[in-house]
């Protein structure tokens, strides 16, 4: 079985500052690694995602996540918030070869504040 | 489309009630999802459609919860005999091969209230 761990329901930050959004995985096998955003009354979007190749994957808005498979982590990372990025966060996993059915964290509201 | 759409995108009904959710994928796109987003919960998989093989059920909650996708295209999620516990967010998506490492496109969801 496969699951994602949000360990913060919330992350507060300053406007200019980086922020970081926390995500761990359990799969039996090798992941597949994506982050989701979704803004107030709008469906997800697709941020990025890791499938192989280079642990530092970069996305959309600025965003990227490093993939770090000793530590199960696939950290949401962004250099400088922008009051913009407000919304909801959600990690998610699936397995090589086990179909493309995603398993979802229970998600990360970011808040960045002037 | 442009994008997955869903209908209708609000839904109240009374505890007992059969409801119908619609979504509508991308054109082209082989694989169909529907996941429940649910206060605090996450997303939770419900079921998925992948071009002519048999549907995968596993995330179905209970058998009170169907859902069929015709030619290949629109899908319909039915609920029987609805519970307060149902009320969600029922949310659509597609991708194009359905393969593990493609990233799907989101509707914009059903907000089901069940009073």
């Known amino acids: 079985a496969q699951s994602v761990a949000q360990p913060e329901d919330q992350v507060n930050v300053a406007e200019g500052n980086p922020l970081t959004v926390k995500c761990t995985y359990s799969?039996?096998?090798?992941?597949?690694l994506f982050w989701y955003v979704q803004y107030p009354n709008r469906g997800l979007q697709f941020l990025l995602k890791?499938?192989?190749?280079?642990?530092l994957v970069k996305g959309s808005y600025g965003f990227e996540a490093e993939f770090n498979k000793s530590q199960t982590s696939f950290h949401l990372k962004k250099p400088s918030a922008l009051v913009s990025d407000s919304a909801l966060y959600f990690c998610?996993?699936?397995?090589?070869?086990?179909?493309?059915?995603?398993?979802f964290g229970t998600g990360t509201q970011l808040k960045v504040e002037l | 489309g442009a994008g997955v759409s869903q209908s209708p995108s609000n839904k109240v009904t009374e505890k007992g009630k059969d409801v119908e959710l619609r979504c509508d994928p991308i054109?082209?796109?082989?694989?169909l999802y529907w996941y429940r987003q649910s206060l605090g919960q996450g997303l939770e998989f419900l079921i998925y459609?992948?071009?002519?093989?048999?549907?995968?059920k596993s995330g179905l909650p209970s058998d009170r919860f169907s859902a069929e996708r015709t030619g290949g295209s629109v899908s319909t999620l039915t609920i029987q005999r609805t519970q307060q516990e149902d009320s969600a967010v029922y949310l659509c998506?597609?991708?194009?091969?359905?393969?593990?490492?493609?990233?799907?496109?989101f509707g914009s969801g059903t907000q089901l209230s069940v009073l």
């Open positions: 890791y499938i192989t190749g280079d642990n």
């Open positions: 054109s082209g796109h082989t694989a």
């Open positions: 799969v039996s096998g090798n992941p597949y």
């Open positions: 998506a597609s991708s194009f091969m359905g393969a593990s490492n493609e990233k799907l496109f």
């Open positions: 459609f992948q071009g002519n093989s048999a549907p995968d």
């Open positions: 998610a996993v699936s397995l090589t070869g086990g179909g493309n059915k995603l398993t």
